[in-house]
Nanobody, 120 residues
């Protein structure tokens, strides 16, 4: 059974930093691209950051570029999201996602999320 468990969320002041972690189990971690999404109250879920299976390629949502960094440690089955210069509009539940596509075959798994609140 695949499990993705996020941690590291919490309350932080504007301008502060947080580091989210997501530990995966039940899958061959290095086969999967890993992604962070977020969903704020009343808004649609949006892509925060993505990293390819061996970390050679990353991608970020426009409002996260220059502030957030995604990384992964395949030996620890873990993906990280370093978030700096946090803003109140970054307040959301952050979800870890694992994706694998090969031809017509696709797998997609989600964690339960971790809440990030940016407020003074």
């Amino acid at each position: 059974q695949v499990q993705l468990v996020e941690s590291g969320g919490g309350l932080v002041q504007p301008g502060g930093s947080l580091r989210l972690s997501c530990v995966a189990s039940g899958l061959i971690f290095s086969r999967y691209s890993m992604n962070w999404y977020r969903q704020a109250p009343g808004k649609e879920r949006e892509l925060v950051a993505a990293i390819s299976s061996f970390g050679g390629s990353t991608n970020y949502g426009d409002s996260m570029k220059g502030r957030f960094t995604i990384s992964r440690d395949n030996a620890k089955n873990t993906v990280y999201l370093q978030m700096n210069s946090l803003k109140p509009e970054d307040t959301a539940v952050y979800y870890c996602n694992a994706g694998f596509v090969e031809g017509r075959y696709a797998e997609n798994y989600w964690g339960k999320g971790t809440l990030v609140t940016v407020s003074s």
